[in-house]
């Protein structure tokens, strides 16, 4: 397992953006993947995105496609969520989260589990 600490939530109002930043301790390599969940008030935690390092596939949650870019940066051990037109209903606690594996099959998001969490951070849209 790594260690992520996540950067980089706030206030914003509707149709803005935000960025979210994760930086990951300990070596990132191989099928490992980053990406993010999050987790309304009430609600299941959800997929947002993630990337897998081998190929820098990228994957997305339907809700957040055209809107959410998620990029990665391998020599720093970074990843990022650049959200844009942001809307209420993004509002949430966004966790970055990582593992060594990744699904080879869809549904990429709902059959990931990753074993490395972050402490989270608030994400709050003003509409």
């Known amino acids: 397992q790594v260690q992520l600490v996540e950067s980089g939530g706030g206030l914003v109002q509707a149709g803005g953006s935000l960025r979210l930043s994760c930086a990951a301790s300990?070596?990132?390599?191989?099928?490992?993947?980053m990406g993010w969940f999050r987790q309304a008030p009430g609600k299941e935690r959800e997929f947002v995105a993630a990337l897998r390092w081998s190929g820098g596939n990228k994957y997305y949650a339907d809700s957040v496609k055209g809107r959410f870019t998620i990029s990665g940066d391998n020599a720093k051990n970074t990843v990022s969520l650049q959200m844009n037109s942001l809307k209420p209903e993004d509002m949430a606690v966004y966790y970055c989260?990582?593992?060594?594996?990744?699904?080879?099959?869809?549904?990429?998001?709902?059959?990931?589990?990753?074993?490395?969490w972050g402490q989270g951070t608030q994400v709050t849209v003003s509409s």
């Open positions: 989260a990582a593992d060594s594996s990744f699904p080879y099959f869809p549904p990429y998001g709902s059959r990931w589990s990753p074993r490395s």
């Open positions: 300990g070596r990132i390599f191989g099928n490992y993947a």
